[in-house]
């Protein structure tokens, strides 16, 4: 199998990696090849047997044209500066440009220790190897901004964490690795220039009209704010809670980065936490939007002195983007929102019609995916499914009445309405219940739960018989769910 790489940041951002090797697994096995993306990048798998897709993806042997690197970065973590982080566990092989022109990252995870690796072994277990490939796939399945998995492979070595399990590495494509925390690091460790190099190749990477900007540098800022508002948005629209919103997890192009311990929500609560490690809901999912603002604050101030040497007085400015960011997100926020609700039009009063339904769905801790699906078949004239979320006689009736008046306030058919709310409205997410179950029997040696997950949260919105077990909350019995960072 031939990948036709072409390494720019290899080639051209030289002292802001460093070269790096992958551990050479003896027994590599495949899990899992994602054929449909590898055609999207232009790389052509068919006839490539899975002894080689093993081979070529799990380190032990180097695809051809591949420059292996270890990207540097810092980040705040839970609010404290890392000075030092990097890829600990994971390698760039290189870039592909796809077929349309849109250039990615193929990086392995957890193919063994770089000089960022600090205590750990740089290696991943297959629990988190599978999630990760299992919730971008659905992300990405439901038009949500993510990296990608390109492949999962069994190592064939056991991986100590709190006890031994089998091992594993990941194929994650990205539009760039490039992070928050990689603009922290330069600040911090080198200064101006390096800053205004560094942000240089993302602009002309991810965003070449921005070149021409008076201020490219603050240009970049508004993007990524931008880009973050609608990314953090379109999460919580689908009840998503990320768990690590660390700077060295905000991806600069604006894609879904590091999944770890994210999940996603049933019964509705704005304080849903899943990480072990989040004890003070930090990344809790109504706090989202908040740390995303307190994100952008922290990549304006790694971004100042580049801003500064174009112009000083642009400072302000980009103090001014920072401060808008809650005004920008509520703005994306009720855009997201009336699609869910089949609005078309913003109209007055819609604000508090959103607000209100979230008081409401945390008052009847409904499953938050199943509701707005109830809502579309409440539209066709079938109230089972909602009846069947609010066993409380009458509740939300009110809600229900508002919302229902501020649709035929804008005319128009119902059923098209219904349809529009199902293509945004996902029916098969990845439930935490059949993840587990999923995960469990692949660590026992058996794939075929997972690979039949996978394919219903590929298909996240049309809904199918012979998938019902697989649209619905967990049962009462699974009990509280907790997450662990994904190592
Ligand atoms: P994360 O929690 O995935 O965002 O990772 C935070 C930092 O810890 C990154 O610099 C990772 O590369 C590093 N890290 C996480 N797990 C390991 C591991 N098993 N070995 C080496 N470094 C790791
Ligand atoms: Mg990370």
Redesign the pocket.
């Known amino acids: 199998m031939q990948i036709a790489f072409d390494n720019s940041f290899h080639a051209t951002m030289e002292g802001f990696y460093a070269p790096a090797e992958a551990a050479r697994p003896s027994a590599p096995r495949l899990l899992a090849f994602n054929h449909a993306l590898a055609a999207r990048l232009g790389i052509d798998a068919t006839g490539t047997g899975d002894d080689e897709l093993a081979r070529l993806f799990s380190g032990a042997e180097l695809p051809p044209g591949a420059d292996p690197l270890a990207l540097a970065?810092a980040?705040h973590?839970f609010g404290h500066f890392?000075p030092q982080?990097?890829?600990?566990?994971?390698l760039l092989l290189g870039e592909v440009v796809a077929p349309d022109g849109v250039r990615f990252d193929i990086q392995l995870k957890?193919s063994g220790?770089?000089m960022?690796?600090?205590?750990?072994?740089?290696?991943?277990a297959i629990g988190p190897v599978l999630r990760e490939y299992l919730v971008s796939e659905a992300m990405a399945a439901m038009g949500v901004p993510t990296t990608r998995a390109l492949a999962a492979v069994a190592t064939g070595e056991r991986?100590q964490r709190e006890r031994a399990h089998p091992g594993a590495v990941l194929t994650r494509v990205a539009r760039s690795h490039i992070r928050v925390g990689t603009f922290q690091f330069f600040a911090a460790h080198f200064g101006a220039e390096h800053v205004i190099r560094l942000s240089d190749y993302a602009i002309a990477r991810h965003f070449p009209e921005l070149a021409e900007a008076a201020n490219a540098h603050l240009a970049l800022l508004e993007r990524v704010i931008d880009l973050q508002c609608s990314l953090i948005a379109h999460w919580m629209s689908v009840g998503f809670i990320h768990g690590?919103m660390?700077t060295?997890?905000v991806a600069i192009s604006g894609e879904t980065i590091?999944y770890?311990p994210c999940a996603f929500m049933d019964r509705f609560s704005v304080s849903t936490v899943f990480s072990s490690i989040d004890a003070h809901g930090r990344y809790a999912y109504g706090r989202q939007p908040q740390i995303m603002h307190w994100n952008m604050a922290r990549f304006a101030e790694a971004l100042l002195p580049a801003i500064h040497a174009v112009d000083p007085a642009d400072v302000e400015r980009a103090k001014e983007l920072v401060a808008a960011v809650p005004d920008r997100f509520r703005s994306v926020w009720d855009d997201t929102m009336r699609a869910k609700l089949g609005l078309g039009e913003a109209a007055g009063g819609d604000p508090e019609l959103i607000d209100e339904l979230f008081a409401e769905l945390e008052r009847h801790g409904a499953d938050f995916t199943g509701f707005f699906r109830a809502l579309s078949m409440l539209l066709r004239g079938d109230r089972a499914a909602l009846d069947a979320l609010l066993p409380d006689e009458g509740a939300m009736a009110s809600w229900i009445a508002a919302w229902r008046a501020r649709i035929e306030a804008e005319g128009g058919d119902f059923a098209e309405r219904a349809e529009a709310m199902d293509a945004v409205n996902p029916l098969y997410i990845p439930r935490n219940h059949l993840v587990e179950a999923a995960l469990a029997a692949a660590e026992a040696g058996d794939m075929t739960p997972w690979l039949r997950l996978l394919e219903t949260v590929q298909h996240p919105f049309a809904a199918r018989a012979d998938w019902a077990e697989f649209a619905g909350p967990a049962p009462e019995d699974f009990g509280p769910y907790t997450t662990f960072?994904?190592?």
């Open positions: 970065y980040g973590q890392s982080l990097g890829d600990g566990r994971a957890g220790p770089t960022f690796s600090r205590n750990g072994d740089g290696k991943a991986v690590v660390n060295d997890n590091d770890g960072c994904g190592t």
